[in-house]
């Protein structure tokens, strides 16, 4: 009997992906743990491993195939005293076909666009529930044959493969022990179900420009994953905001400094930004006012251990979020090394998904663009975003007096199901003390 190989999900989100390279073809063996193919997602190109091992019997989705489903099959393995015989011509993967010429029918002026059902039919409700159904459990094939086999139920196994996957092995041991393990927690990969978002009630902008007078770009997947992102958050997300002006003067001086003595060449070389300077400082104050450092589910808030800081990306394609982890345990060089590597990542598709998907806080600077100030989208799983804007000579008040300072503004956008609006001006003032008197972050 053959068995599967099917599309992985390899971030909590992914739906989809393409299928950028295969590093087996028909006839070769694998064992589990070699790398098969190359997934490219909307943000990183990630390799994939066998979890099973067998000969490639049948290649089903060919190099270069877009749009190709989580869970759909994409080859088939045998063994090696099994014959193979594919039961119809395999179909090529479903790729995002090339936008067809747009049928516009233009709206009536005073008729309003048609409402959505307010309840789905039984065909449209039955797709989010048969994803539902799959997201469940994370396993190999082989190890759900033998799991239906011996009678082991999935759901109460631990998977030891790749990603937290159910192996072959698992079941195995499990059927030794009679099945009575403690329940598995959910993988953190496997697609997270969610409702259909809703068609845009909004006109198609076609309607108002003439046919020739502009050229067609369609979405690619990152473009795509952006606009679903940040409309649901929009959305679902009760957002508010919060401003304060720091000053940089201390810190500019600090930073001049460290940099005329830091290291130029070699592994240890570096150079602080300003924005490093923000991101220690973000760390530091959601340390010392944990209640912003949390995540909104359904049932609960969840309280972090550690300051997991996004650092927003702008990329010819679209805009990441990596992650610098524990960023309040890190020094300033550190942190100023890593986030330069993360970017550079960022721009070659080489990130993996546990390098941006998650974090517990983020940070968006515009200030190198000469941007005063700006409001920013939170991007679920935070609960709060800091937009930064351009530190610039603004004339202040001290002691009684007119002088001159380097001001810099800071806007946070917060979560009100998570942070009250005191919890969240403490929070800038934790931050603003920090980045006023930057020698707090050095001890």
């Known amino acids: 009997m053959s068995t599967p190989i099917l599309m992985p999900a390899l971030s909590p989100t992914m739906e989809e992906g393409k299928l950028a390279k295969w590093h087996v073809k028909v006839g070769d063996k694998v064992k589990s743990g070699d790398v098969i193919a190359e997934i490219e997602t909307d943000k990183a190109t990630m390799e994939v491993e066998a979890v099973d091992e067998g000969i490639v019997a049948d290649i089903v989705v060919p190099e270069g195939a877009e ?15 099994e014959k193979y015989t594919p039961s119809a011509k395999p179909q090529p993967a479903p790729v995002a076909p090339a936008k067809p010429e747009a049928k516009v029918t233009p709206m009536p002026a005073a008729r309003p666009a048609p409402a959505a059902p307010a309840t789905p039919t039984p065909a449209q409700a039955a797709v989010p529930q048969a994803r539902a159904e799959g997201a469940r ?22 998977g030891t493969g790749p990603h937290g996957r159910i192996v072959k092995t698992d079941v195995e041991a499990a059927a030794k022990g009679g099945g009575q393990r403690a329940p598995a927690r959910p993988s953190p990969i496997a697609p997270t179900p969610s409702a259909p978002s809703a068609p845009s009630s909004l006109p198609d902008a076609r309607l108002f420009f003439p046919k020739g007078k502009y050229e067609e770009i369609p979405h690619d997947s990152m473009r795509k994953s952006i606009a679903k992102r940040l409309t649901a958050s929009k959305r679902d997300i009760p957002h508010y905001y919060l401003q304060i002006d720091c000053n940089l003067d201390a810190l500019l001086d600090i930073r001049k400094s460290v940099n005329e003595k830091a290291p130029k060449e070699g592994a240890g070389a570096y150079k602080l930004s300003v924005n490093d300077f923000v991101v220690k400082a973000a760390a530091l104050a959601l340390i010392r006012i944990p209640g912003v450092n949390r ?27 990596p992650i610098v982890f524990a960023a309040e345990s890190k020094s300033l060089a550190q942190i100023s090394r ?15 998904p546990s390098e941006f998907e998650g974090g517990t806080f983020a940070v968006s600077n515009l200030g190198m663009y000469g941007i005063k100030n700006f409001t920013a989208v939170i991007n679920p799983p935070h609960a709060a975003i800091l937009a930064i804007g351009a530190g610039e000579q603004r004339p202040i008040v001290r002691k009684g ?6 001001i810099m503004t800071v806007q946070m956008s917060c979560d009100h199901r998570v942070i009250d609006g005191a919890l969240g001006a403490q929070w800038l003032e934790a931050f603003k003390g920090f980045i006023e008197d930057p020698v707090t972050m050095l001890v």
């Open 401 to 406: 007096a007119i002088a001159i300072a380097n």
């Open 137 to 158: 459990v994370f396993a190999s094939p082989l190890a759900r044959r033998i799991a239906s086999q011996s009678g082991v139920q999935l759901t109460l196994i631990q």
């Open 295 to 321: 995540s909104w589910t359904d049932t609960a808030l969840l309280q972090h251990s550690h300051a997991d800081v996004g650092v927003a990306v702008a990329l010819e394609f679209g805009l990441i979020t």
């Open 67 to 81: 749009g190709v489903k989580v869970n759909s099959v994409i080859a088939q393995l045998r063994g090696e005293d």
């Open 338 to 352: 890593e986030v330069k590597d993360l970017a550079d990542r960022a721009k070659a598709k080489k990130l993996k």
